[in-house]
């Protein structure tokens, strides 16, 4: 007999999709799961970029500190045809071109190391990845009021142990589980079990890859360098240590591709490492590079760019990560799609399966992962093009000129680098008074939808300054994030109105008492300088904590902090409440009047408990 | 028959000195053992401030990140009797007033949690302190040449293992070591043993101490304040969490001091923490203050003033922090002063024990460490005068107003934060032909004697921006900061210098030959922007590796970087050598020419192998 167990949440696959999923519910104290069929974690290769939004999203974790440390962060430079043959530098710039990013630039580290960072956490929390293990068989119940109920178990998953066979015991495992998410790459098993379609095609852009550590005399080897030549393109990829990545182009004669499978057929292919590397010098004559040691890892492959045509099923069976979106690596997309799949889910799974929300909350995840999914492939589409295409020269007047790719780079540069995620407004069950967006006026440059922005403020006990965004974690909970304004001495008006925003949001059946204990923290920020207000001046509600008031100001030597109302666009003479969700993203706003619009907003999706 | 063995050294004490010396003795690969006669290490209370540049110097051995995660970070106000009676604030400031301050905070944290961070870090290294343990006898060798002789084992000290004797174990254990460092309190067992005699004198300051989570309206509470009201004198200590410690100035009448101990008297006392808090709520009137919960820890002491007469024993045994010094703890001294003595005695004893240095190199600690202690103690004296003084009002005119504390404050603020440590030129054994201080006009902001002024580069490889004090660990090496000049097309006259410099850096019975391998690393800053300059321009030479070239320059986005020229006082055209001790400090300053300098300044102390 088969050993039968229950779970609240199994997920399958340790890539960083399902990692990030596993670790993001643990720490929301949910019982949880992580399965994978590889014996071991990743040790080298594979994915390896992380972009600025989702290296804030680590931070909202607590997990960035150790990429920053152990990562690589890179700017870039662009190489084309130089008129004495070969190629020369027509110019450098950031890798990062949006203004508001906190971290502007890319990190790369290999994704075993990234890896390492998820299952050193989980395991301070008590998790491990259970593995060699894969999934055989998947059931899910046809039974609708056990699709409804959160707290039912209508998913059966029955698991083959790979390590188990020789020593006589029994390989089958059956598990029931409330939930379960597909992490499981771009072959997803889980996605062809449901019969989930991928929408979009093949590419004929054809992609070797090598790592190694370089001996070269050309001068940009530690930025991302886009070389584009006479003799095929290049990118550069300046990785952790000494390592770096090398993209390179290949064309349809150099490569053997599987019409059944429409993958590279690496047995057939003649391209080992060794031939990549000699097509990679072509490019980079008059410059000359030389593998110092050993390749670490390589591989060759056709882009494909493709989103899943559903990413659940009934709400009990979630796909993320690869198995919902393919397409090519070279913007760094993919791992951090992947990871900002289940950054999306992790606190909707944690409210639904803690009774705090409605179980219709969970088909927001799709409603928004697929929308990004399609721009990305949009997104990776027009960028594929441009980078794969010859470059301008006097022979060829037709290719991609220096300035046209710069300003392409530019122009993605909000989306790629993730900043630009923007939820559209009613993701969450639509409101029946009220938009997220009817206030969006109140703060200008915060738009609804989007990430809140980063900003240094200062403490107002104790003139310590603080990004924003540490204080905002993602900890499970809503932050109304309080813009009281200017309530220094003599702004009586505007000290009115904080002491009646504060009676209505202390009532005994208002917006702080009618949910779950634990739903909400409040942060609030004043318009006033350290000199004239004390954090007593607040009234109680506003200031649970002595550390939970800021002042809009620079710190005691003028090093940093001060204009933040003007970043988020809030007139301190207004004030606002911008709601900011659990996993970052602002959900609405409000004026200091608007307590009732939040009851409303929040009474759409949360469970009242009076 | 005593078990008997032997170690290189012999730390006697786990506190904050013995902890740092032993943890950079092992780090450097020094056979180190380290005993405490307690069973645990210290859970509460103790020393709790951590200054600027002992924050510093734990960030060069990788220590910091964690003391700022952990920490309080601190302001300063200040308040004053009221003319309505009681008291009012009259300013608020910063509590570091040094401008080059890296860290411009101090970081208070109790010293378990302190001691902690070394024991983690220990623990990583392979080193864990054995305790419960005493020493009962040291015997110090009269044999000059097994005296002079730096691989042999002069000192035999006798330990006590407390733990062993209900066991029918033999307690008693010999070592024999090449050197004992004595870091064993204010009452050392070691300094007593050796007879080492401490000047200075009693104060007849008495205050109390008491660790608490306070409930209070009082403001300021989560700021340092030198509270001076009528009704005494009190200071506020903000800590981790929500603790905060009081020290509350008392009179000779409210306690018993033992006159053959010069301490207090405990057990007569009637003084507890209750009675302190009494006293405290006096001064704190019209604010109130209760405690929420248990008091965490509380003292009452006298102050005292002293300085050893003697830091060693014929340079084999030597004692460090409060075992040479003690001083009052209200400017937080005690625990930096402490880290900072064994901090300067790592590398000396690592050298002498690789064999690279002439053991006379450690007379320089003494000359160097007691010096400071000197300057601490006029320090202290002059600072706690002003602090238990009156406070100046309507009624007593040559009370010590806010004006005066505060000049006294800010003219003290260098010293009292560490920056301003300022070791005498030739306290490295003393030169024939130049002094240190020969070239000093080269770095006119960059004195000679005191720590490497911090300041962020950027990366010519990568444009990444580094704080150079990163790039200078404590490490054990002598760093060579090359600044080398603006070496930007068209800087012929510069660049042919730089070449010269190159030259005469890799001859091959040149500096960086005639020692053993590993005394010296090369770091290269160029007064080039980086759209100017290629790491690859650099002679191999000034760049070992591609990370050690860095640039005057902003970084991509302008937030941080650049001026860095000015910042040392270097003129770009002449460019100059800095020399950077292991422990931080810079040793001596050179032009580009002046090589032939160099290997005169390390010929005295270093052992040539060519």
């Given at each position: 007999?088969?050993?039968?167990?229950?779970v609240?949440?199994?997920?399958?696959?340790?890539?960083?999709?399902?990692?990030?999923?596993?670790?993001?519910?643990?720490?929301?104290?949910?019982?949880?799961?992580?399965?994978?069929?590889?014996?071991?974690?990743?040790?080298?290769?594979?994915?390896?970029?992380?972009?600025?939004?989702?290296?804030?999203?680590?931070?909202s974790?607590?997990?960035?500190?150790?990429?920053?440390?152990?990562?690589?962060?890179?700017?870039?430079?662009?190489?084309?045809?130089?008129?004495?043959?070969?190629?020369?530098?027509?110019?450098?710039?950031?890798?990062?071109?949006?203004?508001?990013?906190?971290?502007?630039?890319?990190?790369?580290?290999?994704?075993?190391?990234?890896?390492?960072?998820?299952?050193?956490?989980?395991?301070?929390?008590?998790?491990e990845?259970?593995?060699?293990?894969?999934?055989?068989?998947?059931?899910?119940?046809?039974?609708?009021?056990?699709?409804?109920?959160?707290?039912?178990?209508?998913?059966?998953?029955?698991l083959?142990?790979?390590?188990?066979?020789?020593?006589?015991?029994?390989?089958?495992?059956?598990v029931?589980?409330?939930?379960?998410?597909?992490?499981?790459?771009?072959?997803?098993?889980?996605?062809?079990?449901?019969?989930?379609?991928?929408d979009?095609?093949?590419?004929?852009?054809?992609?070797?890859?090598?790592d190694?550590?370089?001996?070269?005399?050309?001068?940009?080897?530690?930025?991302?360098?886009?070389?584009?030549?006479?003799?095929?393109?290049?990118?550069?990829?300046?990785?952790?240590?000494?390592?770096?990545?090398?993209?390179?182009?290949?064309?349809?004669?150099?490569?053997?591709?599987?019409?059944a499978?429409?993958?590279?057929?690496?047995?057939?292919?003649?391209?080992?490492?060794?031939?990549?590397?000699?097509?990679a010098?072509?490019?980079?004559?008059?410059?000359?590079?030389?593998?110092?040691?050993?390749?670490?890892?390589?591989?060759?492959?056709?882009?494909?760019q493709?989103?899943?045509?559903?990413?659940?099923?009934?709400?009990?069976?979630?796909?993320?990560?690869?198995?919902?979106?393919?397409?090519?690596?070279?913007?760094?997309?993919?791992?951090?799609?992947?990871?900002?799949?289940?950054?999306?889910?992790?606190?909707?799974?944690?409210?639904?399966?803690?009774?705090?929300?409605?179980?219709?909350?969970?088909?927001?995840?799709?409603?928004?992962?697929?929308?990004?999914?399609?721009?990305?492939?949009?997104?990776?589409?027009?960028?594929?093009?441009?980078?794969?295409?010859?470059?301008?020269?006097?022979?060829?007047?037709?290719?991609?000129?220096?300035?046209?790719?710069?300003?392409?780079?530019?122009?993605?540069?909000?989306?790629?680098?993730?900043?630009?995620?923007?939820?559209?407004?009613?993701?969450?069950?639509?409101?029946?008074?009220?938009?997220?967006?009817?206030?969006?006026?109140?703060?200008?440059?915060?738009?609804?939808?989007?990430?809140?922005?980063?900003?240094?403020?200062?403490?107002?006990?104790?003139?310590?300054?603080?990004?924003?965004?540490?204080?905002?974690?993602?900890?499970?909970?809503?932050?109304?994030?309080?813009?009281?304004?200017?309530?220094?001495?003599?702004?009586?008006?505007?000290?009115?109105?904080?002491?009646?925003?504060?009676?209505?949001?202390?009532?005994?059946?208002?917006?702080?008492?009618?949910?779950?204990?634990?739903?909400?923290?409040?942060?609030?920020?004043?318009?006033?300088?350290k000199?004239?207000?004390?954090?007593?001046?607040?009234?109680?509600?506003?200031?649970?904590?002595?550390?939970?008031?800021?002042?809009?100001?620079?710190?005691?030597?003028?090093?940093?902090?001060?204009?933040?109302?003007?970043?988020y666009?809030?007139?301190?003479?207004?004030?606002?409440?911008?709601?900011?969700?659990p996993?970052?993203?602002?959900?609405?706003?409000?004026?200091?009047?608007?307590?009732?619009?939040?009851e409303?907003?929040?009474?759409?999706?949360?469970?009242?408990?009076?």
């Amino acid at each position: 007999m088969p050993t039968e167990s229950k779970v609240d949440v199994l997920v399958l696959g340790a890539g960083p999709a399902g990692l990030m999923c596993a670790q993001g519910l643990k720490r929301a104290g949910v019982n949880v799961r992580i399965i994978d069929k590889r014996p071991k974690k990743v040790a080298a290769g594979q994915a390896d970029g992380v972009q600025p939004r989702t290296i804030e999203v680590l931070q909202s974790y607590g997990l960035a500190e150790r990429l920053l440390r152990e990562g690589n962060q890179m700017h870039m430079a662009f190489y084309n045809p130089s008129p004495n043959g070969g190629i020369e530098r027509t110019g450098r710039t950031a890798d990062i071109t949006a203004p508001s990013a906190r971290y502007p630039f890319e990190v790369t580290l290999h994704q075993g190391a990234i890896e390492a960072i998820f299952l050193d956490s989980m395991r301070e929390l008590g998790l491990e990845v259970d593995r060699p293990i894969i999934p055989t068989a998947l059931e899910l119940s046809h039974d609708e009021n056990e699709l409804r109920d959160p707290q039912s178990y209508p998913v059966k998953v029955t698991l083959k142990h790979l390590d188990f066979g020789s020593e006589g015991q029994d390989d089958t495992e059956i598990v029931y589980a409330k939930f379960v998410v597909g992490a499981d790459g771009a072959h997803s098993w889980v996605r062809k079990t449901l019969g989930i379609i991928m929408d979009g095609e093949q590419t004929d852009y054809i992609w070797g890859v090598v790592d190694l550590i370089p001996s070269t005399n050309f001068p940009d080897i530690r930025n991302r360098c886009a070389i584009h030549s006479s003799n095929g393109s290049c990118m550069i990829i300046p990785r952790e240590g000494d390592k770096v990545r090398l993209y390179i182009q290949l064309s349809d004669k150099d490569v053997v591709v599987d019409k059944a499978t429409g993958r590279v057929d690496k047995e057939k292919t003649k391209v080992g490492p060794e031939e990549l590397l000699e097509v990679a010098r072509k490019s980079f004559s008059p410059f000359t590079i030389e593998k110092a040691g050993e390749i670490d890892w390589w591989t060759i492959y056709l882009i494909g760019q493709r989103v899943a045509q559903k990413f659940s099923v009934h709400e009990r069976v979630f796909i993320a990560g690869d198995a919902c979106h393919t397409h090519s690596p070279k913007a760094g997309q993919g791992m951090n799609a992947s990871m900002n799949d289940t950054h999306n889910l992790i606190w909707k799974m944690t409210y639904v399966l803690r009774g705090w929300a409605d179980i219709s909350l969970l088909r927001t995840y799709e409603f928004e992962r697929r929308k990004y999914a399609q721009d990305l492939i949009a997104f990776d589409k027009k960028f594929s093009a441009l980078f794969s295409g010859k470059p301008r020269t006097e022979e060829c007047q037709d290719g991609v000129s220096h300035e046209a790719f710069l300003e392409a780079f530019q122009t993605f540069g909000a989306f790629s680098c993730g900043i630009g995620i923007h939820y559209s407004p009613s993701s969450i069950p639509s409101m029946p008074n009220i938009t997220e967006l009817k206030h969006q006026s109140l703060t200008s440059h915060q738009t609804v939808g989007m990430r809140i922005l980063p900003h240094v403020f200062v403490r107002a006990a104790d003139a310590r300054p603080f990004e924003i965004q540490d204080l905002l974690p993602a900890n499970t909970k809503w932050k109304l994030v309080v813009f009281v304004g200017d309530i220094g001495p003599g702004k009586i008006k505007q000290i009115e109105r904080v002491a009646k925003l504060a009676d209505d949001l202390g009532k005994s059946t208002g917006l702080l008492k009618r949910y779950e204990d634990g739903v909400f923290e409040i942060l609030t920020i004043c318009a006033t300088v350290k000199e004239c207000l004390n954090y007593t001046d607040l009234p109680e509600v506003l200031r649970p904590h002595w550390s939970r008031v800021l002042l809009d100001d620079v710190d005691m030597f003028g090093r940093t902090g001060g204009k933040g109302y003007d970043i988020y666009g809030v007139d301190p003479s207004q004030g606002a409440i911008i709601v900011v969700r659990p996993d970052g993203y602002v959900g609405t706003v409000t004026p200091l009047e608007g307590v009732k619009d939040l009851e409303t907003y929040f009474d759409t999706f949360l469970i009242r408990t009076l």
